[in-house]
């Protein structure tokens, strides 16, 4: 089987965070991501390409454990859309827990960090089997471990992180944040 999984978008996120005491937050997230694909084995249903566009919140915890390191937990949850027609329906979600670590190799200015998380994702296909959603309702859950790096500049944060999950997937991801 050989498939074209490119697929470009982009993601806006917006959030706050509250400072429970002097070593812990609480904060969240609301976020939205838009994007193309291009899947040929979308073509057995009829349609090439087509876009997605997803909605998420998230909420988590951190907890200064020394003055260097951070302690770290959060769960999400996202609804799924697609214009593809014959490829997915509207109960395609998703939901996710992570736990993580960050350490502070140059206070301020360069930290490392690294987790663990799990993510289950729910969809339905319809119209027909083909070989990207077949027919029925269908749950995927996976383990996965990621590390990175973040720099900070001024006030725009640059995050490099490497995720490795059990389902042989590696991704690499290159953030940039910043907060006024």
Do not use: C
């Amino acid at each position: 089987m050989n498939l074209d999984r490119s697929f470009t978008g982009g993601d806006f996120k917006i959030g706050g965070i509250y400072r429970i005491t002097d070593q812990t937050t609480f904060g969240g997230t609301i976020n939205y991501s838009t994007g193309s694909f291009k899947e040929k084995a979308a073509y057995a249903a009829g349609a090439g390409s087509g876009s997605l566009e997803r909605w998420g919140i998230g909420v988590g915890v951190a907890h200064q454990y020394t003055d260097d390191t951070l302690l770290l937990g959060d769960i999400w949850y996202d609804r799924l859309k697609t214009d593809v027609p014959g490829i997915l329906d509207e109960s395609n979600k998703a939901w996710g827990l992570s736990v993580g670590i960050e350490h502070q190799v140059i206070p301020d200015l360069m930290a490392l960090r690294g987790g663990l998380y799990y993510d289950r994702t729910s969809y339905t296909g319809r119209n027909g089997d083909t070989f990207f959603v077949p027919t029925g309702s269908f749950s995927k859950g996976r383990f996965g471990v990621t590390a990175g790096v973040g720099i900070r500049l001024y006030n725009f944060d640059l995050g490099y992180s490497l995720d490795i999950n059990s389902n042989g997937d590696v991704k690499n991801t290159l953030d940039v944040a910043t907060e006024w």
